[in-house]
């Protein structure tokens, strides 16, 4: 129980201070080109597609990508709120993280300004699982008239 509790705190320990220099990683395709073969190509196309909707948001706000700071993150999410399901800027995140982890740079999705930005888009728009529909005696009827009598 105590190697868990170590784990967490391990966990959410953050770096001191998130990178702040001009500098500003533009090759971060050459960056997912490393994961080929270890990824589905669909998971890479999703990565990239989602980075690159990322990176024009923040060329537009003037604020540098790779690396980024938790704080724009969570920015680029309160924009993407009212558009966007929660389960897209969940994969949106994905990507930004994947990113930051393949240059070996802080993680900037896990801080608890994001975690609220998340929660406050599953709270303007929830998803309710949909309840299937039960089978009908007629539905049963057919099925039943199909299968052999094993």
């Known amino acids: 129980m105590q190697d868990s509790h170590a784990n ?3 966990r959410s320990r953050r770096p001191s201070a998130w ?3 001009d500098l500003e990683i533009t090759d971060w395709k050459k ?3 490393r994961l080929e073969g270890a990824y589905s190509p669909y998971t890479l196309r999703s ?3 989602d980075f690159r909707l990322f990176v024009e948001w923040c060329a537009a706000e003037g604020r540098p ?6 704080e724009t993150v969570a920015l680029y999410l309160a924009d993407l709120m009212p558009r966007l399901k929660p389960s897209t800027l969940k994969r949106r995140l994905a990507g930004i993280a994947k990113l ?4 070996d740079l802080p993680n900037p999705t896990d801080h608890f300004d994001v975690d609220l930005a998340i929660r406050r888009a599953r709270r303007l728009k929830p998803q309710r699982p949909s309840q299937a529909l039960g089978i009908t005696a007629e539905i049963r009827d057919r099925l039943l008239a199909v299968c052999d009598d094993d």
Do not use: D
């Open 8 to 10: 967490r705190r391990r």
């Open 19 to 21: 990178p702040t220099t």
């Open 31 to 33: 960056g997912l080109e």
């Open 47 to 49: 990565y990239e597609g």
């Open 65 to 70: 990508a790779l690396p980024t700071t938790p």
């Open 100 to 103: 930051h982890r393949i240059f």
